[in-house]
């Protein structure tokens, strides 16, 4: 006979707060196998877990149930406890009575209270029916892959092959850098982009622990923890490994067709390219829908001219499939388009450009070398107008979000303006000025006190071209005065939004986003870089938007818990997988045919006494538990441990029963 | 709808990777929703039996949700497409039976849509309240 001890916690007033907790455990009592019943305020603390385990020292309790939080939040928790304890962890069953039933259910307290009991009476009937587990372990790859080449993801490879681990870094563009490559300066500091950014690349570059993979892109991911099996799609270069990155062809080439995607389209680039000149690797890449080459089949100068013979037009595209323990996502995130903007001229406007393309105009090493002029007729400015929350807390755009940094850099490129330009004015239209962070606020206070920056709080109606001038027609909020200003340039702070393409490659690992695009973080404070997908990590912007200190730091988070990972001997995996009870299994294949893991075997093998037969056998070490082939079976051979056949019906008929309670 | 619906009872089988989760973000956004729904947690709901759900209306259940994660991003690449090929023919095959289709209903909901929870749940409580109520 069980011997079930039931724990119901008050979670504070967050449980207690609606639910009738004494109750709840009165009713408990009142349960077959239920050898104590008790509800404390907080049963995740300390004091709460001796409970527990007092409780099962004093009535001998082989099973417990905790009705608490919800099993995703503090499952692992109650099931060390219980461990502790000297029981085993898998005889312990949750009853989620905060996230779906106190919190879901504030406005009925006795209905409330009912569903409680209910849900902790299933969870009796379940965890009656439970088996000790023994736990099992599979071997670890201690090699790690770090998607994305920006900020976040140099860093963390950086600090993974700081620990001895081996790296492979993979970037989409020719060179790795990403977003902060593109930026002037930085703030609170205004320290140069490039001056903290660039040391960080050749770093990467030459650890002998990191692989660098530019040009790359990972095209199907397979396995899970410890041992992922990536395939990674290696883009032709046209260019091979003799080159010493001399850059003649890049001057060379005669192609101006296409628009540098580093300089945000401003100005053109070669066919023959690399990204930027303090580009790591230093090895240009062939654009072939740009190469006059591959357009028409004549040209073959940058063949002609290459000293060591490094031009390869035939180069293939190529496949490379490599194991890893565990994976970095830190796939970055895009800049918002405001051509659905149609206040700000639906992107037509010439003279409406990104932040981003301001940070190319006012870079040294951008298409007007330092010099901000204007995109249509690249005259001087005077008069220069920022628009703040563009593609950010805007519900009308499905963007109600707040990306965080604008205010920052609004506030910057304002600054850098004056400081090249002194005799220029900058007004910035903003909703709320956000500026947490460390030295944020003081900086913006300069802007405005030692600049001279003129912020306007208030929303612009129109931006209109009258005598090669924008016409920017705003509301002064604070005055309730209409504002009309005649600018040179406008400058957009457009928010971040995820990266395009990043549903589809949240696919390759069935990570979760939000609804957004920005992918989920396991828990949104306790969790912050782990995903729900165990052995995948996110950091940077595709998480959420965010500055380049959060960045960094976010970076080595996943770095540490990826040295964490590999610092194990094994990795101990759970064992609520399948099994197949072979003497009722009639070997049709159904199971073999429907498992996505191959964890099933199909064996001739005796079963009874002089019996061969055709039967299924799950490989322990492969199975991930889905219950796919339980589903499926014919014959109810295949089971799944912690979520048997006769677990769940139990349940099922418990939560269609009346509730006994006197 | 309000969301005091008395002696109306729906068993939900909710997969532990979307819906679930899903479900703990309704919680978390403290959206409300009728409290008939008792959540029995799935690995997946390609682990769904029909038999539990023809378990759970012979028991008397007066209606069932099964929820998992929308196609494409099932936790284990494709439980949720055995669901979504079973669901069909156990709901025809349910209605042949004399089972309303008002009390059989499937959802895909995402870990992160937890308003989308509550609404689901309340119009799977309306739809069977319809039935209940008016036959």
Redesign the interface.
């Known amino acids: 006979m069980a011997r079930i001890g039931v724990f119901v916690c008050h979670c504070g007033t967050n449980i207690a707060g609606v639910v009738d907790v004494t109750r709840v455990a009165k009713y408990a009592g009142s349960l077959p196998g239920v050898k104590v019943a008790v509800d404390y305020k907080f049963m995740c603390s300390d004091p709460g877990q001796n409970t527990i385990i007092d409780a099962i020292k004093k009535y001998g309790l082989d099973r417990l149930v905790v009705s608490a939080c919800s099993p995703r939040m503090h499952e692992a928790t109650f099931r060390r406890t219980a461990e502790r304890a000297g029981i085993n962890p898998y005889m312990v069953e949750m009853a989620n009575i905060r996230e779906h039933v106190a919190w879901v259910h504030s406005d009925d307290k006795e209905l409330a209270t009912q569903k409680a009991m209910k849900l902790m009476e299933m969870a009796v009937a379940k965890v009656r029916r439970s088996e000790a587990l023994s736990k099992m372990f599979a071997p670890i790859e201690k090699r790690a892959l770090v998607i994305g080449g920006g900020i976040a993801g140099i860093q963390a490879a950086l600090d993974i092959a700081g620990a001895g681990y081996k790296v492979l870094l993979v970037e989409k563009e020719p060179s790795i850098g990403g977003r902060m490559a593109q930026l002037d300066k930085t703030f609170p500091t205004l320290d140069c982009s490039a001056c903290i950014l660039t040391p960080k690349m050749v770093a990467a570059a030459q650890d002998p622990n990191i692989t660098l993979l530019t040009y790359a892109e990972v095209t199907e991911v397979c396995g899970f923890v410890g041992q992922f099996e990536v395939k990674i799609k290696k883009k032709a270069k046209s260019v091979n490994s003799k080159c010493i990155g001399c850059g003649v062809c890049t001057t060379k080439c005669p192609s101006k067709k296409a628009l540098s995607e580093f300089d945000e389209k401003l100005a053109p680039r070669k066919a023959i390219y690399t990204p930027f000149p303090q580009a790591v690797p230093n090895v240009p890449v062939i654009d072939r829908t740009a190469c006059t080459f591959f357009l028409t089949g004549k040209c073959k100068i940058c063949e002609k001219v290459c000293p060591t013979g490094a031009i390869d037009y035939t180069q293939q595209d190529e496949f490379i499939k490599e194991k890893f323990g565990a994976v970095v996502v830190a796939t970055g995130f895009d800049i918002y388009d405001h051509s659905n903007y149609g206040e700000y001229g639906y992107g037509e406007i010439k003279d409406v450009i990104t932040g981003l393309q301001f940070e190319r105009l006012i870079s040294s090493t951008g298409p007007t070398a330092g010099h901000v002029t204007r995109p249509s007729d690249h005259r001087e400015v005077k008069n220069v107008v920022f628009i703040q929350c563009v593609g950010s807390r805007d519900e009308a755009k499905k963007r109600p979000y707040c990306s965080r940094v604008c205010c920052m850099y609004t506030a910057k490129q304002a600054m850098l303006l004056k400081d090249h330009y002194p005799e220029t004015q900058a007004y910035v239209f903003y909703i709320d000025i956000r500026s947490a962070g460390k030295n944020y606020e003081e900086f913006v206070q300069r802007a405005q006190n030692e600049y001279g920056v003129l912020y306007l709080r208030g929303r612009v109606s129109k931006i209109y071209e009258r005598a090669n001038k924008l016409l920017v027609k705003g509301a002064d909020t604070l005055s309730g005065a209409q504002v009309e200003i005649e600018a040179d340039l406008v400058v957009l702070a457009n928010g971040f939004e995820p990266k395009k393409g990043a549903k589809e490659f949240a696919q390759l690992f069935h990570m979760s986003s939000d609804q957004y695009g920005f992918y989920n973080e396991l828990h949104p404070k306790l969790a912050p870089v782990e995903t729900a997908i165990s052995g995948v990590f996110v950091a940077g912007c595709c998480q959420s938007p965010k500055d380049i200190p959060d960045t960094v730091a976010m970076a080595s988070a996943t770095a540490a818990k990826v040295c964490a990972l590999f610092a194990k001997e094994k990795l101990e995996v759970e064992p609520l997988i399948a099994g197949v009870n072979q003497l009722t299994c009639s070997g049709c294949e159904t199971c073999y045919n429907v498992c996505p893991y191959s964890a099933i075997e199909m064996k001739d093998k005796e079963v009874k006494r002089g019996e061969v037969r055709h039967v299924a056998e799950v490989l322990e070490s492969v199975c991930k538990g889905c219950g796919a082939c339980v589903g499926a079976c014919y014959s109810k051979a295949v089971d799944l441990k912690g979520f048997t056949d006769r677990q769940v019906l139990d349940q099922v008929e418990t939560a269609t029963a009346p509730i006994t309670d006197n | 709808m309000d969301?005091?619906v008395?002696q109306l009872?729906i068993?939900g089988f909710l997969c532990?990777?979307?819906s679930?989760?899903g479900?703990?973000m309704?919680?978390?956004g403290?959206?409300?929703?009728p409290?008939n729904i008792?959540?029995?947690?799935?690995?997946?709901t390609?682990?769904?039996?029909p038999?539990?759900i023809i378990?759970?209306f012979h028991?008397?259940?007066d209606g069932v949700l099964v929820s998992g994660c929308h196609p494409?991003?099932?936790?284990?690449?494709?439980?949720n497409y055995?669901?979504r090929r079973?669901y069909p023919h156990l709901k025809s095959l349910l209605e042949h039976f004399g089972i309303d289709k008002r009390r059989f209903h499937a959802s895909w909901v995402?870990?992160?849509?937890g308003k989308k929870f509550?609404e689901v749940v309340k119009k799977v409580t309306a739809e069977v309240k319809d039935w209940r109520d008016n036959g």
Do not use: F, Q
Request: proline fraction near 4%; glycine fraction near 10%; hydrophobic fraction near 30%.
């Open positions: 969301n005091k008395p009872n068993v532990n990777w979307c679930y989760a479900a703990d309704t919680g978390l403290r959206n409300t929703y409290s008792k959540v029995i947690r799935i690995p997946c390609g682990r769904m039996d038999m539990m378990e759970a028991n008397g259940a494409g991003d099932c936790h284990y690449t494709e439980g055995y669901w079973r995402s870990a992160s849509e509550a």
